[in-house]
């Protein structure tokens, strides 16, 4: 099994930055994309960002310019770095990773536990 593990969520004013990081552990074979998706009361689940393991990237469209995402293959880590932050982005991130687990044929979706992103006008 894989599991993924997030931190750096947090209260900030607008006009901030806050740092979002996620590390996958377990028995892992292979990533392959990784990224964060947000949701926000009463809304449905989007794709902010997603980074595959050559390192290309794809952002929602509200987010580019302002928020860049990264990852550590080496550390199984994924990153996302979000400036000039507006209340908007007001909403709960979720870590996701496509894995192949040790021993097993195929790849499953993996999700963090989500961390609160709160952003004040």
């Known amino acids: 099994q894989v599991q993924l593990v997030e931190s750096g969520g947090g209260l900030v004013q607008a006009g901030g930055s806050l740092r979002l990081s996620c590390t996958a552990s377990g028995s892992i074979f292979r990533i392959n994309n990784m990224g964060w998706y947000r949701q926000a009361p009463g809304k449905q689940r989007e794709l902010v960002a997603a980074?595959?393991?050559?390192?290309?990237?794809n952002y929602k469209d509200s987010v580019k310019g302002r928020f860049t995402i990264s990852r550590d293959n080496a550390k199984n880590t994924v990153y996302l770095e979000m400036n000039s932050l507006k209340p908007e982005d007001t909403a709960v991130y979720y870590c996701?990773?496509?894995?192949?687990?040790?021993?097993?044929?195929?790849?499953?979706?993996?999700w963090g536990q989500g961390t609160q992103v709160t952003v004040s006008s």
């Open positions: 980074i595959t393991s050559g390192g290309v990237t």
């Open positions: 996701h990773c496509s894995a192949q687990p040790m021993g097993v044929w195929r790849s499953y979706d993996y």
